[in-house]
């Protein structure tokens, strides 16, 4: 069950790494447990240690079960990270040069937009836009540090326009 992709990261290939040794225990499990029945069924070993060694077993083969489970979602939300990126990609490559936001683009860029309340920091009226890209989802910090607008109007006047009539 090895994942043959050019350009795995380390932290993939370690996570590919242990799922395949689990994988391959879980197999080794399963057939211990099968010998280890046949030696109680022809009376090589007695009940009671096949009772403990089975439910040792058990223990461990459910156990791989449970990890080697939560490794393959790990490996397959991350490839599909990889393909979501690939895709969008390939849809912005042909918008290298942007100088209007048309309809076209925005149906094929966005996803969706959400426009929150506007709110009062201070001596500023706020209100935050997220913008989900499709994809990739929503790109930016929780402040929207990397989005603002520096000359949005502000009473009236751009915000720029007040800072250079009181200066």
Do not use: W
Request: charged share 35%; net charge negative.
């Amino acid at each position: 069950m090895q994942v043959a992709e050019h350009g795995m990261t380390g932290e993939r290939a370690s996570y590919q790494k242990e799922l395949d040794a689990g994988l391959k225990r879980l197999s080794e499990l399963d057939m211990l447990l099968q010998k280890l029945y046949e030696d109680n069924a022809f009376g090589k070993i007695s009940d009671e240690r096949y009772a403990s060694m089975s439910a040792s077993f058990e223990k461990e083969s459910q156990q791989l079960k449970s990890k080697t489970s939560e490794l393959q979602d790990l490996l397959n939300g991350d490839a599909k990270q990889m393909k979501d990126a690939k895709q969008f990609a390939s849809l912005v490559e042909k918008y290298t040069d942007i100088t209007e936001l048309t309809s076209e683009l925005l149906h094929t860029l966005i996803d969706k937009v959400v426009v929150h309340e506007k709110e009062v920091e201070g001596d500023a009226i706020v209100m935050k836009v997220d913008i989900y890209y499709r994809f990739i989802g929503r790109v930016g910090n929780q402040e929207g540090d990397d989005l603002l607008a520096p000359k949005i109007r502000h009473r009236g006047r751009p915000k720029n326009e007040e800072e250079e009539v009181s200066a």
